[in-house]
């Protein structure tokens, strides 16, 4: 689970590419490309 602080930059970091998303069977697999 996430703070809401954590959450909001984890969608800017989402919006600006630096994470990809990608949805698994056993949930939400969020991984950090480094850009």
Do not use: C, P, S
Not at 1 to 22: F, M, N, P, Q, S
Not at 23 to 35: A, E, I
């Amino acid at each position: 689970l996430y703070t809401h602080a954590e959450y909001l930059e984890l969608e800017r970091d989402i919006a600006a590419g630096k994470v990809d998303v990608r949805q698994y069977d056993d949930g939400l697999v969020l991984m950090r490309t480094g850009g």
